[in-house]
Nanobody
Framework: QVQLVESGGGLVQPGGSLRLSCAAS????????MGWYRQAPGKQRELVAS???????NYADSVKGRFAISRDNTKNTVYLQMNNLKPEDTAVYYC?????????WGQGTQVTVSS
């Protein structure tokens, strides 16, 4: 089993920044993909960004140039630096680990962008 603990969400004004963190523990072995998804009220959960063990990244078009995903393999932790936040970025953000054919999800952290 893999456990994920997210942190870093909160309330921020438009144009502001937040950094999310997600630490994985348990039966972790490489390679595995770590990613961030989000779900806004009334909408489907969508991919925000992902990163492989080798550092290859993938971003949703809506966040390219504003968000940056990174990971520390020594700590099994993935980060999402979010800059120039917009009201439409408001959502619950979930961390996901894809490992050995299984997918593990965090509990989610709320990000609210509002003035």
């Amino acid at each position: 089993q893999v456990q994920l603990v997210e942190s870093g969400g909160g309330l921020v004004q438009p144009g502001g920044s937040l950094r999310l963190s997600c630490a994985a523990s348990g039966r972790i072995f490489s390679p595995y993909v770590m990613g961030w998804y989000r779900q806004a009220p009334g909408k489907q959960r969508e991919l925000v960004a992902s990163i492989t063990s080798g550092g290859t990244t993938n971003y949703a078009d809506s966040v390219k140039g504003r968000f940056a995903i990174s990971r520390d393999n020594t700590k099994n932790t993935v980060y999402l630096q979010m800059n120039n936040l917009k009201p439409e970025d408001t959502a619950v953000y979930y961390c996901k680990v894809s490992l050995g054919g299984f997918q593990y999800w965090g509990q989610g952290t709320q990000v609210t962008v509002s003035s």
